[in-house]
């Protein structure tokens, strides 16, 4: 029996957070930060069958292509991700009703739809890349029991002693996409790659507005780094907790995203939401082939 405090649900039913019910979640799951972002995609949908919002985690559940998804926003960062993995999650496994773990798991696919900044001189602006691995610099999962065998250790260590880690940082973990997933995106519209989640935007993502950083030459040393011919490629703020707690409760996971500004080259694309259109369209069809 799961308490009260620690599974906790509305009067209505629904699942603390996300306010929604087992019955309103797709089994093909997507995840974007923008809550404007639902809008966009669910604007694609044929029908839609369920609507909600609480705070920054807006849910449209409906069909593309015969196809029933549900796409959701996160929010901004990987805090906020151990609340949406978790309550999905929850919504898959748990009877709400006995507040028992269910004998049968389901798996949801979780698909991330985001914004990015690139890494590399070779990616430019307007790339959609595909994450293969994601670095978490974030720590979440950290708080996990067993998180290590779910993790890349050896990848891990290569990067740690390549870019001098700090010890006072949180220790950068490492967690591969769905390979199921990962397959269905390996056509000429995509670039694959590997992609950093900060936990932060300026800072952690080595911006300099007024405050200096703690390791001023860690992007040029990124940029630099390879690892079993793998380079990394992105900055965002989400990857590696969806990828890890997905692997650690049995979802598929993969993130996609629009590459908007280049860190190397330092160009922008402030107006990218026509390209965001058509990077969800293209994921839209992929998912529903
Ligand atoms: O465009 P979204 O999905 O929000 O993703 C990226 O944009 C936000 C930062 O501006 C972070 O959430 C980052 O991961
Ligand atoms: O540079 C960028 C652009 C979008 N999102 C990020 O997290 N970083």
Known sequence: MIEASELILNSDGSVFHLHLKPENLADQVILVG?????ETISGFFDKIDFTTQ?????TVTGWYNNKRMSVLSTGI??????IVLNELDALANIDFEKREIKTDKRSLNIVRIGTSGGLQSNLPVNSFVVSRKSIGFDGMLAFYANHESYCDG???KAF???TGWKSS?????????????????????F???????APGFYGPQGRVLRLGLAMPELNRIIEQFSYNNLKITNFEMESSAIYGLSKMLGHNALTICLIIANRVTREANENYR??????IKKVLDVLTK
Do not use: C, H, W
């Not at 609480?54 to 807006?58: A, L, V």
């Not at 220790?171 to 056509?187: G, I, R």
């Not at 026509?274 to 990077?279: D, Q, Y």
């Open 34 to 38: 923008d809550q404007a972002r639902v």
């Open 191 to 197: 670039k694959t790659g590997v992609t950093i989640s």
């Open 160 to 162: 740690r002693q390549f």
């Open 77 to 82: 960062g990987t805090d906020n991700i151990d």
């Open 274 to 279: 026509a390209e965001m259109k058509k990077l």
């Open 54 to 58: 609480n705070r920054e985690f807006k």
């Open 169 to 189: 940082l949180p220790s950068p973990y490492v967690v591969d996409a769905s390979e199921v997933l990962l397959s269905k995106f390996n056509t000429p519209d």
């Open 154 to 156: 050896a990848f891990e």
